[in-house]
């Protein structure tokens, strides 16, 4: 039977993952996309260093990702330790663990915004040099960040197998799960060892894109609207 804290814990989970997606849209696939041009130095230079207000606000959405992250790890783990304690247990220390690298990642974006912004200390660099350090260090976030998700990925696959054993949880959402984390752990493994087969890649995002989008989403939605709720009063 659903208690009352199980319920809290689902909200906060979901309203959190929900919180997250939104930031993530924000930071990468809308700011972080539109400022940085993959190999091109002078251009990404030029486009943060026009867009200080706009970059500060990547790593605004970052640091919110990175605290919400926290605090899935947390609820989650009360939201599903009736059903597995053991494995819960691993899945909440995996994503502590992830938002660990995340952090550290976002350390490299903080170094970029130095860079772009710190005109007086920079100013017995070459200017070329300023804009092949900045991307150098927005190829590291990108790099750990990688990194990250590969823990992640394993993250969700404690998620889906837990999720799986319950009867509440709908099974769709456990099946995207897992193969969200499939999608999570062959993708960034491929980017981390095998970085020259960029082609596959591609393709491995596109087949996994569904489901690493509507599995964690969904799950979060299902959390926010469902999840834990104590059974009607006759």
């Not at 026009?50 to 609820?75: N, Q, R």
């Not at 170094?111 to 590291?140: C, H, N, P, R, Y």
């Not at 099974?171 to 060892?193: C, E, N, P, R, W």
């Amino acid at each position: 039977m659903a208690t009352l804290s199980e319920r809290k814990s689902a909200v906060i989970a979901g309203t959190s993952i929900i919180i997250m997606a939104l930031a993530a849209f924000f930071s990468y696939g809308f700011v972080h996309e539109s400022l940085v041009v993959t190999g091109d130095a002078s251009t990404t230079y030029t486009n943060i260093t026009t867009s200080i207000s706009f970059f500060k606000g990547e790593i605004f959405g970052w640091l919110i990702i990175l605290i919400s992250d926290i605090i899935v790890a947390w609820a989650l783990y009360i939201f599903l330790k009736p059903i597995n304690k053991s494995l819960s247990l691993l899945a909440a220390w995996l994503r502590l663990i992830y938002s660990t690298i995340l952090g550290i990642a976002i350390l490299s974006l903080i170094v970029v915004l130095l860079l772009a912004t710190d005109s007086t200390g920079l100013s017995v660099i070459k200017i070329e040099q300023v804009q092949s350090f900045m991307l150098l260090f927005l190829q590291a976030f990108e790099a750990i960040w990688s990194i990250g998700l590969i823990v992640f990925g394993a993250h969700l696959l404690m998620i889906g197998y837990v999720a799986l054993q319950s009867s509440s949880i709908p099974k769709v959402i456990s099946i995207l799960l897992l193969l969200a984390s499939i999608g999570y752990i062959i993708i960034h493994l491929s980017k981390t060892f095998f970085t020259q087969y960029d082609s596959l890649i591609a393709i491995l995002n596109l087949v996994f894109m569904l489901p690493m989008v509507a599995g964690e989403l969904g799950f979060g939605i299902w959390l926010l609207v469902k999840g834990g709720k104590l059974p009607k009063r006759a």
